[in-house]
């Protein structure tokens, strides 16, 4: 069969590419796949499990549950005062990724330009692609991965929509702080740029609080909101995240929504509602803790093996330097993989600003982090230079 253009044009993502090559092999500590350790509170698997005892497997409503809708709105406004209607500003989705993609889909003419952060998390610049959009890349390794107003000035042009905004950011764990985030959205503001962001990461912020974009003066109106329950309530199999936004993209979105997903599976969506409930909140705070104790354990340990790397301010990621081995990120990995049973993704698969680097996700034991700090040392003492 004869595959589209598009399709054979694109990529596959370095992530999944790089840990076939993990599979079937023994003794391997991966530190590779953005994926929480933990089991899903027990709380929120046992009302699942209950709501289908009750008879809870249908389909439910395409933008959810309306319980959950309202679930996710008090949430919002408790924790961060901003007001979204749950019948008209949210639509629950099938994870972050598929929100992404209705997004896009629901904006973006044929030729319309997106920002896209280099590196960025590997379903940016696909999910712009295939809506028909021109990805317009933003390298930001000079400025420390992070975006500025006037790094954003500079990629600003003729047909430029929107910008994929992610922070806590994958790969780099990077975000910003209240005043940093007023500063960009005034530029966000004078060039009427819809902002595609992706605060997945959000509860998972280490050093100060997040401060959610759609809360700023005058950002409501031109933000997309995207949230979702796999990071911090370990949740990712149940596939459930949602949007927030103006009512006339939340409806777009729901259009396309409907006819390719229906609705996000009910159990997922059951599980959200006992997630955002305030006794699921000590779970929560638990797994941050735990995340935050190996956040200070890999910076340090690698900082020691002289990979330089800053302390990142959220998520569960760091992006250390690997340049003083002169390697590449793919050759760095391969070699770390096949030598010494360590998996870890080349900066690459993120763009290609990401060469020399590598991402290490610390969602993973203790003892396994500390074992693959001991083989990596193994590792640097042949390969490090200078
Ligand atoms: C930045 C970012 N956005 C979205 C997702 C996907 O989230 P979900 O499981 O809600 O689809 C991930 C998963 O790794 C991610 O890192």
């Given at each position: 069969m004869k595959i589209s253009k598009k399709v054979q044009q694109m990529p596959p993502s370095g992530i999944r590419e790089f840990f076939d090559l993990v599979?079937?092999?023994?003794?391997v500590i991966s530190?590779?796949?953005?994926?929480?350790?933990f089991s899903t509170p027990w709380n929120i698997c046992e009302s699942s499990i209950f709501s289908i005892e009750k008879g809870y497997t249908s389909y439910t409503s395409n933008k959810g549950l309306y319980e959950l809708r309202l679930g996710i709105s008090r949430y919002l406004k408790h924790k961060h005062g901003i007001s979204y209607d749950p019948e008209r500003e949210i639509l629950v989705t099938t994870g972050v990724s598929e929100g992404l993609d209705l997004a896009l889909r629901a904006i973006i003419n044929p030729g319309d330009k997106v920002l896209v952060p280099?590196?960025?998390?590997?379903s940016y610049y696909p999910v712009v692609f295939l809506a028909g959009g021109r990805p317009v890349f933003v390298k930001t390794k000079k400025t420390s991965f992070k975006l500025t107003p006037e790094l954003i000035e500079r990629h600003i042009?003729?047909?430029?929509?929107a910008i994929m905004f992610n922070y806590?950011?994958?790969?780099?764990g990077v975000s910003y702080s209240k005043r940093e985030l007023i500063a960009l959205s005034k530029v966000f503001i004078k060039h009427n740029l819809i902002v595609i962001c992706?605060?997945?990461?959000?509860?998972?912020?280490?050093d100060f609080k997040h401060t959610p974009l759609?809360?700023?003066?005058?950002?409501k109106k031109q933000v997309l909101y995207f949230d979702g329950f796999s990071k911090a309530f370990a949740m990712?199999?149940?596939r459930v995240g949602f949007c927030c936004g103006p009512e006339e993209v939340i409806s777009a979105m729901t259009k396309i929504h409907q006819y390719t997903?229906?609705?996000?599976p009910i159990m997922g969506q059951m599980a959200g509602m006992e997630a955002l409930k305030s006794h699921t909140q000590g779970h929560v705070i638990e797994m941050k803790r735990e995340y935050k104790r190996r956040r200070g354990f890999i910076v340090g340990r690698l900082n020691e093996l002289g990979l330089s790397c800053p302390m990142p301010e959220g998520a569960f990621y760091v992006f250390p330097s690997i340049e003083k081995t002169g390697m590449d990120s793919v050759g760095f990995a391969k070699k770390l993989l096949k030598e010494e049973k360590v998996a870890v993704v080349p900066g690459?698969?993120?763009?290609?600003?990401?060469?020399g680097h590598i991402r290490i996700s610390y969602a993973s034991k203790m003892s396994d982090l500390k074992e693959a700090g001991l083989r990596m040392e193994r590792f640097l003492v042949k390969y490090a230079r200078g």
């Open positions: 599979i079937g092999m023994k003794d530190l590779g796949v953005g994926e929480p350790d280099d590196p960025s998390y590997v042009s003729e047909g430029v929509k806590p950011a994958n790969p780099t992706d605060e997945i990461y959000g509860e998972l912020t280490y759609a809360t700023l003066k005058d950002m990712t199999g149940w997903m229906l609705c996000a690459t698969a993120f763009g290609s600003e990401g060469n």
